[in-house]
């Protein structure tokens, strides 16, 4: 794993950004692998900007997110389709066919499951993989425990990521129990990952991760196993780690 650090959010989401930007000038046709979350939210203002003032095009990208929540539809304001059209989708020139999310509102979320494993099989590999990380260490929805084998899964939300993401909900009972989440092998199977961290609430989680305890309890740590791995952080997120 690459650790680069960078001395704040902005330089960080400005160097993820020509990361991506790259890979769609090598490729055209290049597949991303999205995250929803506060972290790319800057990632995605400067990849909105590439398209008006570096003249980046989305036309061929495909891209495909890690997860959403089951039981909000796609017209669901809190929806990961919804923030996802809403910070980016909307914003660039890609085509909505293109961009796959799991479905949260399915007949069955085990076919949902299956057929979202497939997506990832058929449409990708993953050529670029964007990943945030939960304080927990979890990597998509994939919570601590999560087995290293796992594929597209329906997950129950621990307490703590409900509780964290209860700020964009009007009241937490309203956050979902449930969400659909690509796993960590279905991750794994990117042809390079790039995982973002910043501020100092994810310093602990940088710190566990960079001490290289591979574990199934610090999900996250199981990207030890991947060789194109790059961790880019700003200066609070490397906080506790020692130099
Ligand atoms: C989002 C996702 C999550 C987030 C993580 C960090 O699609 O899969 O794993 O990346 O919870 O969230 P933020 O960026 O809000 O701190």
């Known amino acids: 794993m690459k650790v680069v650090v960078f001395d704040n959010y902005e330089e960080v989401s400005v160097q993820v950004a020509q990361l991506v930007e790259a890979q769609i000038l090598r490729n055209d046709r290049s597949v991303l692998g999205l995250a929803t979350g506060s972290t790319p939210l800057g990632l995605y203002e400067r990849l909105i900007e590439g398209v008006t003032s570096r003249g980046i095009s989305y036309q061929n990208v495909r891209t495909i997110n890690l997860d959403e929540y089951l039981g909000l539809g796609e017209g669901h304001p809190e929806s990961y389709r919804t923030f996802m059209t809403d910070n980016l989708f909307n914003k660039i020139d890609i085509v909505t066919e293109n961009t796959y999310i799991p479905d949260g509102t399915p007949d069955s979320a085990e ?46 939300l621990v307490a703590s990521t409900r509780e964290s993401n209860a700020r964009f909900f009007p009241s937490i009972n309203e956050v979902p129990t449930h969400a659909i989440t690509t796993g960590i092998k279905s991750i794994l199977k990117s042809k390079q990952i790039i995982v973002m961290a910043t501020g100092k609430d994810k310093a602990e989680a940088v710190k566990t991760l960079l001490s290289k305890d591979m574990n199934e309890s610090f999900p996250a740590s199981i990207l030890w196993n991947h060789d194109n791995v790059t961790l880019i952080v700003d200066r609070d997120a490397y906080q506790l780690v020692k130099s």
Do not use: K, M
């Not at 449409?123 to 084998?149: A, M, R, Y």
């Open 111 to 156: 076919e949902e499951c299956l057929r979202y494993e497939q997506v990832i099989d058929d449409v990708g590999p993953i050529d670029l993989q964007i990943l945030g990380i939960g304080t927990n260490g979890h990597i998509g929805f994939n919570e601590p425990g999560t087995d290293s084998n796992s594929l597209t899964h329906v997950v129950e």
